[in-house]
């Protein structure tokens, strides 16, 4: 069983920033990705950003520029470092890993709240 704890979320005014972490722990594959989605009330979860153990990072167009995701390998932990923060970077924020291929072994932590005042 493969388990994701979020923490860091909270609420901070337009302009701050969060650093959010997420640790993984379980019957892990080493090659892995690890991301971070969120969903806003009333719309879908969308991708922030993901990073695979060798490092290679991706990010969402509106998360260019503001965030900056990093991981830990030996620790299974992945960051996400969110600076000049919106109000409407206000969701829920889910962290994510997978691997494999036919089949692919996806799980999902529970989240962490990120609230942004303007």
């Known amino acids: 069983q493969v388990r994701l704890v979020e923490s860091g979320g909270g609420l901070v005014q337009a302009g701050g920033s969060l650093r959010l972490s997420c640790a993984a722990s379980?019957?892990?594959?080493?090659?892995?990705?690890m991301g971070w989605y969120r969903q806003a009330p009333g719309k879908e979860r969308e991708l922030v950003a993901t990073i695979t153990n060798g490092g290679i990072t991706s990010y969402a167009d509106s998360a260019k520029g503001r965030v900056s995701i990093s991981r830990d390998n030996a620790k299974n932990t992945v960051y996400l470092q969110m600076n000049s923060l919106k109000p409407e970077d206000t969701a829920v924020y889910c962290c994510n890993i997978r691997w494999g291929y036919r089949p692919v072994y996806e799980y999902w932590g529970q989240g962490t709240q990120v609230t942004v005042s303007s």
């Open positions: 379980g019957n892990i594959a080493r090659i892995n990705v």
